[in-house]
């Protein structure tokens, strides 16, 4: 589907992956049995791969293993503008939206690779992180599908 203001449409993959590298959260979009669900979580982002840790039992959890197919969305970057006409108010953003297939990671070892994108994704390190802690959370990947990124009142070039 075209995006309706192509002006604003972000297609370079670099500049799409920079938007999803400032994010803080990942908006988990979910569907099952005709029921939709968005959860906001901590993630990490490597190469076409979004990974989200959680309580090994819950509602997400029990959507994905319903429906595998989601959404993503990411957004930095943004400050309100305000404006003295009350309809005149905008947002300045740069945000990105993918679907994909959520599957859980089982394995430890993948959890821990898991747990090392998701940390670096906010500046520290997974290491950390013992088997038994490792064997406690649920981790989420997102096979991603398809990403298509949007800016408004920012200057491209600085993305």
């Not at 595998?68 to 905008?90: H, K, M, Q, Y």
């Amino acid at each position: 589907m075209a995006m309706r203001r192509n002006d604003r449409e972000i297609t370079e993959r670099a500049e799409i992956e920079a938007i999803i590298g400032r994010a803080q959260v990942c908006r988990l979009g979910l569907c099952a049995e005709g029921i939709p669900y968005i959860v906001p979580m901590c993630f990490g982002y490597r190469e076409g791969h979004v990974y989200m840790h959680s309580a090994p039992e819950g509602r997400k959890l029990d959507m994905v293993a319903r429906n595998d197919r989601v959404c993503v969305e990411f957004e930095a970057d943004c400050e309100l503008v305000p404006s003295d006409a009350p309809c005149r108010w905008s947002m300045r953003y740069r945000s990105v939206i993918g679907t994909g297939r959520a599957r859980m990671v089982e394995c430890l070892e993948e959890k821990q690779r898991a747990f090392d994108v998701i940390m670096s994704q906010y500046g520290g390190s997974g290491r950390g992180i013992g088997a038994e802690a490792l064997a406690r959370v649920a981790v989420i990947e997102v096979v991603v599908e398809s990403l298509t990124g949007k800016a408004s009142g920012h200057d491209r070039e600085s993305a």
